[in-house]
């Protein structure tokens, strides 16, 4: 150090001096933006820049990705930080240093989300305007409104069809007992008490009707009386 305060520093190819009192704080506010955008560890080429895409749509299977973002200063850029948060997943912002300017997320449920992040340049001046990136994951057709409606349609239809099986069956139960109660109010259900027939015979109405037939059997063995 001089005697007017000069403060020097030597190394390998020489020495630096400086005054302290020259030295100024960086005061610039770096912006910060989007490097790439990988799937599986993949770097996805979107046939433009990052930093002018908003929106990312991923398919349900593309659901683990990582996000490399970095501040534009570099005056000292290892001394950067940053902070970044996926909206719905993150409860907080999540705090990096410049090794570390990549957000990674795995397994994440189809639906719409949003990342943000923030960066500071060396001396800890942070850009408290977020960048914003809009990610997308579809569902796969199965988790679609309209499958489900589609899969409640044709539900409802096989239950309405079961319905009226139903009915058709109790409808017909119900008509051939309507028939059998028909038929014995009719018809004789005992041997006629007349000493002057010759043959006689009754008639049982069956329960079950598989067309119009007449079944005739006698009831002895001198084939006097028959059903």
Known sequence: ???????????????????????????????IVLTSFKIFNKEIDFSKP???????????????????FAALDFSAPEKNKYKYMLEGIDKDWVFVN???????????SPGKYNFYVKGSNSDGQW?????????????????RLWFVF?????????????????????????????????????????????NKLEISGICLPAFEVGGDFFDYFWF???????G
């Not at 990052?50 to 490399?68: A, Q």
């Not at 850009?127 to 988790?143: D, G, R, V």
């Not at 099986?165 to 004789?188: F, G």
């Open 1 to 31: 150090k001089s005697k007017h305060g000069e403060l020097f520093f030597g190394g390998i190819n020489g020495f630096n001096s400086f005054y302290p009192q020259n030295i100024e704080e960086n005061n610039y506010i770096p912006p």
């Open 50 to 68: 990052l930093t002018s895409i908003n929106e990312i749509e991923l398919s349900y299977s593309d659901n683990v990705f990582s996000i490399d």
């Open 98 to 108: 410049a090794d570390k300017r990549t957000a990674s997320y795995t397994t994440l």
């Open 127 to 143: 850009n408290e305007k977020e960048t914003k990136l809009e990610i997308n994951i579809i569902p796969p057709f199965w988790q």
């Open 150 to 194: 589609l899969t409640g349609c044709i539900l409802l239809g096989l239950i309405y069809l079961l319905y009226l099986r139903r009915l058709r069956i109790i409808r017909m139960k119900v008509e051939l007992q309507t028939a059998h109660e028909a038929q014995l109010s009719i018809m004789p259900l005992s041997d006629p008490e007349n």
């Open 220 to 226: 002895d063995k001198n084939e006097i009386r028959f």
